[in-house]
């Protein structure tokens, strides 16, 4: 296997030195660039509470193209299929060679925190988000205690 | 089904034709060198003519066409580097209107999709925001981009360091190394397709990458796919100019028809690799039928012409739903799968007032199934009308293909002929000519009967039914002569010329007619022209 670009290591440090508060990021031993993700289901969110598994890969022109993120924890939200894919204008033509690894899984923290279905990725829930929004919410939570229950340690 | 008209049209030299012999072909040589003049219209387009100024393009036209016929629309066709150089011209009047230098203005006339009313219009009332909006932000007049060192840089990108590195920021100040801006911008132009717009690689940065910029960082190989990228925004940016539809063809034709128009106007045009074509929805040339009608008829033949035939001959529609039932079996008693409304075949009246003479239906006098075959009788009416059309339609598609395959056979043949007689080759033209027109009046042929289809009947239609026949007739006459055994066929020469020109005129006559009713809103539709 190729050198690992500098870019990928010092972003690889820096996710271990310096966290983010909610999200952990650990790089597979066998391949660097694959890594598991959890993400902390925002407060005040249908997601509260809940621990999102997904894994995220960095191609190889990554960063001039973007990581490709998908959530493997199934999860109720307009923007995430059920194939766990997200709708996230970073990860697709407002992505900037700029951006790093810790902003996208801030993006996608954010994203839970405020659906927006508008903009679906899912149609289905989309739909049911606009027709009864208080439905869907309760529907997410039921989802979230379900699906994305923290292993009791 | 397959009314794709294959390219047949890289079309002979007929216009060479035409010009060259000297055999006199009376009206049907004047639609020729009508044809030919509103086609070489674009041979006279030079740099300076300003293409994209309505004024300019019509007054232009008026000494080249002298006489067009109702049917025809002006176009120009244009080839790639014509395209190059008349954004080039805009961009130089524009650029000394606004007083900013050619490449900031070629990123504004793109950003508002070459728009340049719109565009100096906005600049004059509000340049910052113009500026801003388009990514250029303030004075990029005063420095030029350039490659520098900076001290205690690192690359956010790449995270290399050091004295040495070359690096490059626009004036938004976001700098990377030449390396990684290189490589986003190859990235852009060569993965992804983008020219017009490639923005800063800055996170949230609007700024957008000039032509300037551009040239100092990435090679000649980028260079030349860039500029075809940016010829490509420029042609669908453009409400008048489309590309040629034909597969592989370069060129783009322009033409003023508006999409609004469509409903009274059917703008064929020829582009200059022979394929003539719609400027309205990119189809092959389907006049006298305009847009709206063609696309609601392919559809409804998409839906329809497999199974119409067999339908018509096998199955009823169940009276209640309407859904198509087939029967399969002796029993007169059906049963809709759709709604599981039970009726009678024989008299397609209710089943429950059968009682139980069930396999002997004296029915027939039952409101509910005299009703219902009333019904019947009216959608297969509606379905026998529509099979009228289609058939003719369809025939003429076919025969198009028949008659082309004979040309090209008698092609061969005659070209045998041509070397054991030692005939010239611009004796054996009229071939050619027979059969292009041939294949240009069918493709007239079949869709006058999609028109004829939608047609509400008023005291124009039998005008243009004559017309139908009449063409109808001359085109099976010329067709009749392809069959001719190879050793009389130059004999007929004289013959067939006549009725070759007699074809193009038929066709001619008709497409007026049409047009002319059509621009003045003469016909009348059963549907809605949208
Ligand atoms: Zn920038
Ligand atoms: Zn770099
Ligand atoms: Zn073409
Ligand atoms: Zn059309
Ligand atoms: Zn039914
Ligand atoms: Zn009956």
């Known amino acids: 296997m190729a050198a690992l670009p500098k870019r990928i290591v010092k972003e690889t440090e820096r996710l271990s030195k310096e966290p983010v508060p909610g999200i952990s990021a650990v790089p597979h031993d066998d391949n660097l660039r694959y890594f598991d993700v959890t993400i902390d289901g925002p407060s005040q969110s249908p997601y509260e509470g809940g621990l999102f598994r997904l894994e995220l890969f960095l191609p190889d022109d990554y960063p001039m193209t973007p990581p490709k993120v998908r959530f493997l924890t199934k999860i109720y939200h307009p923007n995430i299929d059920r194939l766990g894919r997200i709708c996230l204008d970073v990860l697709k033509s407002n992505w900037s060679p700029a951006l790093q690894i810790r902003t996208i899984l801030l993006s996608i923290q954010a994203l839970l925190g405020a659906p927006n279905p508008d903009d679906p990725l899912a149609n289905d829930v989309a739909q049911a988000w606009k027709e009864d929004q208080s439905k869907a919410i309760e529907t997410a939570k039921q989802w979230t205690a379900q699906h994305a229950a923290r292993p009791t340690a | 089904m397959d009314s794709e008209d294959d390219f047949n049209s890289s079309q002979m030299s007929e216009d060479d034709f035409a010009q060259d012999s000297d055999v006199e072909i009376d009206e049907g040589k004047d639609a020729e060198s009508a044809r030919s003049s509103s086609c070489d219209a674009s041979d006279t387009w030079t740099v300076d003519s300003d293409f994209d100024d309505d004024v300019g393009f019509e007054s232009q036209d008026k000494d080249i066409k002298p006489n067009k016929h109702a049917y025809e629309v002006d176009f120009n066709v244009f080839e790639p580097s014509q395209i190059q150089a008349s954004q080039h011209k805009q961009i130089a009047e524009v650029s000394s209107i606004l007083v900013q230098p050619p490449e900031a203005t070629a990123i504004l006339l793109r950003h508002m999709r070459w728009n340049k009313e719109r565009l100096i219009d906005q600049y004059m009332e509000k340049p910052e925001e113009t500026l801003e909006s388009a990514g250029l932000g303030q004075d990029a007049a005063t420095n030029p981009p350039k490659i520098t060192k900076i001290q205690g840089f690192c690359c956010d990108i790449c995270c290399e360091d050091g004295p040495e590195l070359d690096t490059f920021a626009m004036r938004c100040g976001h700098r990377f190394c030449v390396d990684c801006y290189r490589q986003y911008l190859y990235t852009k132009i060569k993965d992804e397709g983008e020219a017009a717009r490639i923005r800063c690689p800055g996170d949230k940065c609007n700024r957008v990458v000039d032509s300037k910029s551009l040239d100092l960082l990435v090679g000649d190989d980028l260079h030349d796919r860039y500029q075809e990228l940016l010829t490509r925004t420029y042609v669908d940016d453009k ?292």
């Open chain 2, 239 to 530: 409400e008048k100019l489309r590309w040629c539809p034909a597969p592989n063809c370069v060129y783009a034709v322009e033409c003023a028809v508006k999409d609004r128009e469509l409903p009274r106007v059917v703008p064929t045009v020829h582009c200059d690799c022979g394929h003539y074509f719609c400027f309205g929805c990119s189809l092959n040339d389907h006049q006298p039928a305009p847009c709206s009608l063609v696309k609601r008829w392919l559809k409804k033949c998409e839906d329809d012409s497999e199974t119409a035939n067999w339908i018509s001959a096998n199955t009823k529609e169940c009276p209640k739903c309407h859904s198509t039932i087939e029967k399969n079996g002796g029993c007169n008693h059906m049963t809709c799968r759709k709604c599981r409304n039970e009726f009678c075949w024989m008299c397609m009246g209710l089943w429950s007032e059968h009682g139980t003479s069930w396999y002997n239906c004296n029915r027939f006098e039952e409101k509910s199934g005299s009703e219902a075959r009333d019904a019947q009788a009216k959608s297969r009416q509606s379905l026998e009308r529509y099979l009228h059309y289609y058939n003719r339609y369809a025939n003429h598609e076919q025969s198009a293909k028949l008659d082309k395959d004979i040309y090209l056979k008698t092609e061969k043949k005659m070209q045998q002929l041509q070397s054991s007689t030692g005939m010239s080759w611009i004796e054996v033209q009229y071939l050619d000519t027979a059969s292009h027109a041939l294949q240009q009046c069918r493709q007239t042929l079949k869709w006058t009967y999609a028109f004829a289809y939608y047609l509400a009947r008023n005291n124009l239609t039998e005008i243009f039914e004559d017309n139908q026949k009449d063409l109808e007739m001359a085109v099976e006459n010329l067709s009749e002569m392809f069959e001719k055994p190879i050793d009389q066929l130059q004999g007929l020469k004289v013959d067939m010329m006549d009725k070759t020109a007699y074809c193009n005129k038929r066709r001619i006559i008709l497409l007026n007619d049409t047009a002319e009713n059509l621009k003045q809103g003469n016909w009348e539709f059963n549907v809605a022209l949208s």
